[in-house]
């Protein structure tokens, strides 16, 4: 993206892919996981707001929310946030 945020979720899944999740250590617990989350919570927002019964809201919330209680319980193992942002993007790339 360099060095642009990503503004659809197109955009995101391209950031998202140049983010190494096989060695999360090096790319997510020196601080970018920080920025993986306010770029995904900004982007899939809109999903987010519309009403409950919405299809792609309640195709996208449950994957927003693993990645929220992932990173907010710092877990960068394989099966933890790394997992919950390649179901994101295999998501959207399903839709």
Do not use: C, S
Not at 41 to 64: C, F, G, K, S, W
């Amino acid at each position: 993206m360099d060095n642009q945020e990503p503004k659809t979720k197109f955009e995101l899944i391209r950031y998202l892919r140049q983010i190494n999740l096989d060695d999360p250590r090096k790319d997510l617990e020196w601080g970018r996981a920080d920025e993986i989350v306010r770029n995904v919570q900004r982007v899939m927002a809109p999903y987010l707001t519309r009403p409950e019964d919405d299809n792609q809201r309640q195709y996208y919330e449950p994957v927003i929310r693993m990645i929220e209680r992932t990173f907010e319980e710092r877990d960068f193992r394989r099966k933890g946030f790394p997992f919950a942002v390649r179901t994101l993007v295999n998501y959207i790339e399903g839709e």
